[in-house]
Protein backbone atom coordinates (compact mmCIF):
# COMPACT_ATOMS: atom_id res chain seq x y z
CA UNK A 1 0.00 0.00 0.00
CA UNK A 2 1.08 3.39 -0.36
CA UNK A 3 2.20 5.85 2.04
CA UNK A 4 0.59 8.36 1.35
CA UNK A 5 -1.83 9.79 -1.67
CA UNK A 6 -2.21 13.27 -2.80
CA UNK A 7 -5.28 14.72 -4.34
CA UNK A 8 -7.13 17.58 -3.32
CA UNK A 9 -6.30 16.36 0.30
CA UNK A 10 -3.11 14.46 1.08
CA UNK A 11 -3.74 11.03 2.68
CA UNK A 12 -0.97 9.74 5.03
CA UNK A 13 -1.47 6.20 5.97
CA UNK A 14 0.07 6.56 9.89
CA UNK A 15 -0.05 2.70 9.76
CA UNK A 16 2.82 2.55 7.25
CA UNK A 17 5.05 5.27 9.28
CA UNK A 18 8.37 3.47 10.97
CA UNK A 19 9.82 5.58 14.16
CA UNK A 20 12.38 7.77 14.09
CA UNK A 21 15.75 6.70 14.44
CA UNK A 22 17.54 5.81 17.67
CA UNK A 23 20.72 6.80 16.51
CA UNK A 24 22.98 9.56 14.97
CA UNK A 25 22.16 9.72 11.63
CA UNK A 26 24.89 7.43 8.98
CA UNK A 27 25.47 8.19 5.48
CA UNK A 28 27.23 4.27 4.14
CA UNK A 29 29.29 5.06 1.57
CA UNK A 30 30.81 1.94 0.74
CA UNK A 31 27.98 0.31 -2.12
CA UNK A 32 29.08 -2.75 -4.43
CA UNK A 33 26.91 -0.98 -7.54
CA UNK A 34 28.16 -4.52 -9.95
CA UNK A 35 24.82 -4.85 -11.09
CA UNK A 36 22.41 -4.66 -14.07
CA UNK A 37 18.56 -4.13 -14.38
CA UNK A 38 17.46 -6.36 -17.84
CA UNK A 39 13.48 -5.35 -18.35
CA UNK A 40 12.39 -8.41 -20.26
CA UNK A 41 10.11 -8.07 -23.25
CA UNK A 42 8.81 -9.88 -26.16
CA UNK A 43 11.70 -10.97 -28.37
CA UNK A 44 13.98 -10.35 -25.30
CA UNK A 45 17.83 -11.81 -26.87
CA UNK A 46 18.23 -14.47 -24.51
CA UNK A 47 22.14 -15.05 -26.00
CA UNK A 48 22.54 -11.63 -24.42
CA UNK A 49 21.85 -12.56 -20.93
CA UNK A 50 23.59 -15.89 -20.87
CA UNK A 51 26.73 -13.42 -22.05
CA UNK A 52 26.55 -11.90 -19.06
CA UNK A 53 25.81 -14.65 -16.43
CA UNK A 54 28.82 -16.14 -18.53
CA UNK A 55 31.17 -13.43 -16.85
CA UNK A 56 30.20 -14.44 -13.11
CA UNK A 57 30.26 -12.21 -10.00
CA UNK A 58 33.61 -10.30 -10.74
CA UNK A 59 31.65 -8.31 -13.65
CA UNK A 60 28.16 -8.32 -11.81
CA UNK A 61 27.36 -9.26 -9.03
CA UNK A 62 23.38 -9.17 -9.04
CA UNK A 63 21.25 -9.45 -11.97
CA UNK A 64 17.37 -7.68 -11.30
CA UNK A 65 15.04 -8.95 -14.06
CA UNK A 66 12.46 -6.80 -14.86
CA UNK A 67 9.57 -9.49 -15.27
CA UNK A 68 5.60 -9.16 -16.84
CA UNK A 69 2.93 -9.03 -14.27
CA UNK A 70 3.28 -10.67 -10.56
CA UNK A 71 6.52 -12.47 -11.51
CA UNK A 72 6.01 -14.32 -14.95
CA UNK A 73 8.77 -15.47 -17.30
CA UNK A 74 9.28 -16.98 -20.61
CA UNK A 75 8.84 -20.98 -19.25
CA UNK A 76 9.86 -23.27 -22.20
CA UNK A 77 13.14 -21.31 -23.00
CA UNK A 78 16.27 -22.85 -22.58
CA UNK A 79 18.69 -20.36 -23.14
CA UNK A 80 16.72 -18.15 -20.10
CA UNK A 81 16.62 -20.96 -17.66
CA UNK A 82 20.44 -21.78 -18.77
CA UNK A 83 21.20 -18.25 -18.26
CA UNK A 84 19.59 -17.85 -14.78
CA UNK A 85 21.38 -21.26 -14.01
CA UNK A 86 24.69 -20.26 -14.74
CA UNK A 87 24.18 -16.97 -12.72
CA UNK A 88 23.56 -18.45 -9.85
CA UNK A 89 26.72 -20.82 -9.90
CA UNK A 90 28.94 -18.62 -10.98
CA UNK A 91 28.11 -16.45 -7.53
CA UNK A 92 25.88 -13.94 -9.28
CA UNK A 93 22.55 -12.49 -7.10
CA UNK A 94 19.16 -12.97 -9.22
CA UNK A 95 16.91 -11.15 -8.45
CA UNK A 96 12.83 -10.56 -10.07
CA UNK A 97 10.94 -7.45 -9.66
CA UNK A 98 7.21 -6.62 -11.38
CA UNK A 99 7.16 -4.31 -14.52
CA UNK A 100 3.55 -3.20 -12.59
CA UNK A 101 3.48 0.24 -10.94
CA UNK A 102 2.08 -1.36 -7.96
CA UNK A 103 1.85 -4.83 -6.31
CA UNK A 104 4.11 -7.32 -5.51
CA UNK A 105 6.34 -10.20 -7.29
CA UNK A 106 4.12 -13.25 -5.72
CA UNK A 107 6.11 -16.69 -6.04
CA UNK A 108 3.59 -19.10 -7.02
CA UNK A 109 1.24 -17.59 -9.31
CA UNK A 110 2.60 -18.75 -12.61
CA UNK A 111 3.85 -22.19 -13.34
CA UNK A 112 7.49 -20.84 -13.97
CA UNK A 113 8.00 -19.43 -10.18
CA UNK A 114 8.88 -23.35 -9.02
CA UNK A 115 11.65 -22.91 -11.98
CA UNK A 116 12.73 -19.63 -10.78
CA UNK A 117 12.34 -20.84 -6.82
CA UNK A 118 14.64 -24.14 -8.17
CA UNK A 119 17.53 -22.31 -9.73
CA UNK A 120 17.41 -20.07 -6.19
CA UNK A 121 16.05 -16.57 -8.13
CA UNK A 122 15.13 -14.11 -5.65
CA UNK A 123 11.80 -12.49 -5.31
CA UNK A 124 11.83 -8.63 -4.81
CA UNK A 125 8.30 -8.96 -3.21
CA UNK A 126 6.69 -5.32 -3.59
CA UNK A 127 9.93 -3.45 -3.54
CA UNK A 128 10.10 -0.97 -6.27
CA UNK A 129 13.71 -1.76 -8.68
CA UNK A 130 15.25 0.81 -7.41
CA UNK A 131 14.95 0.14 -4.01
CA UNK A 132 15.80 -3.57 -4.67
CA UNK A 133 19.02 -1.66 -6.09
CA UNK A 134 19.72 0.29 -3.41
CA UNK A 135 19.36 -2.77 -0.70
CA UNK A 136 21.54 -5.10 -3.44
CA UNK A 137 24.28 -1.93 -3.41
CA UNK A 138 24.40 -1.80 0.24
CA UNK A 139 24.02 -5.77 1.63
CA UNK A 140 27.12 -6.09 -0.69
CA UNK A 141 28.87 -3.31 0.58
CA UNK A 142 28.82 -4.81 3.73
CA UNK A 143 30.87 -7.65 2.27
CA UNK A 144 27.91 -10.41 2.85
CA UNK A 145 28.29 -13.27 0.28
CA UNK A 146 25.73 -13.96 -1.97
CA UNK A 147 23.59 -16.46 -0.10
CA UNK A 148 23.70 -13.84 2.68
CA UNK A 149 22.36 -11.39 0.07
CA UNK A 150 19.65 -13.47 -0.69
CA UNK A 151 18.32 -14.17 2.03
CA UNK A 152 18.44 -10.18 3.73
CA UNK A 153 16.65 -8.76 0.45
CA UNK A 154 13.42 -10.25 2.41
CA UNK A 155 14.24 -7.94 5.66
CA UNK A 156 12.93 -4.37 5.57
CA UNK A 157 15.40 -2.49 6.45
CA UNK A 158 13.72 1.06 5.98
CA UNK A 159 10.43 0.21 4.87
CA UNK A 160 11.29 -0.96 1.23
CA UNK A 161 8.93 -3.86 2.17
CA UNK A 162 5.18 -3.68 3.19
CA UNK A 163 4.29 -5.60 6.15
CA UNK A 164 2.97 -8.80 4.88
CA UNK A 165 3.23 -7.86 1.74
CA UNK A 166 1.82 -11.56 0.50
CA UNK A 167 1.58 -14.70 2.13
CA UNK A 168 5.07 -15.93 2.94
CA UNK A 169 3.81 -19.78 2.74
CA UNK A 170 4.27 -19.27 -0.91
CA UNK A 171 7.58 -18.32 -1.14
CA UNK A 172 9.00 -21.80 -0.34
CA UNK A 173 12.71 -21.93 0.24
CA UNK A 174 13.07 -18.00 0.03
CA UNK A 175 10.64 -17.61 2.93
CA UNK A 176 11.68 -14.22 5.02
CA UNK A 177 15.06 -14.69 7.62
CA UNK A 178 15.60 -12.65 10.02
CA UNK A 179 19.70 -11.15 9.54
CA UNK A 180 21.33 -9.75 12.38
CA UNK A 181 22.89 -6.12 12.41
CA UNK A 182 22.34 -5.19 8.82
Given at each position: ?????????????????????????????????????????????????????????????????????????????TKFMQ????????????????????????????????????????????????????????????????????????????????????SMSNV???????????
Open positions: PPLATLGLTMQVNNALLLPPPKGRFRIHTKMDTRMVVLKLVPCFDMSALLRLTLDGADTCRAIVLELYGTGNAPQHHALTVAKEKGTVVVVTSQCASGSVIPGTYAVNKELDNIGVVPALDMTTEATCAKLAYLFGKGMTPDQVARALHTSLRGEISPNPLGTLQSQPTSRL
